[in-house]
């Protein structure tokens, strides 16, 4: 999959994103690694921990059928 937005509500919120990619794990049908691209700077570690963890759960927010199993940048 690519270019996945996502509306999830978390703790009285509504956050939105848009995933860059999302890839099949080999020899799985259901393990998915999202992936996400960046064209400016690299963010820190602390905000790159909560970007990942909000994409993790907005992606399995829309596809509850599925497993986060690997984030990347």
């Not at 919120?13 to 691209?37: A, K, Q, S, W």
């Not at 400016?40 to 992606?59: C, I, K, M, N, V």
């Amino acid at each position: 999959m690519v270019e996945q937005k996502f509306a999830v509500p978390l703790g009285g919120h509504l956050f939105e994103g848009f995933i860059d990619r999302v890839d099949l794990t080999p020899g799985t049908e259901n393990e998915v690694e999202i992936i996400d691209y960046k064209t400016g700077g690299e963010p820190g570690p602390g905000e790159r921990s909560r970007q990942f963890l909000l994409y993790a759960h907005g992606f399995k927010h829309l596809y509850p059928e599925y497993t986060v199993r690997r984030l990347s940048l």
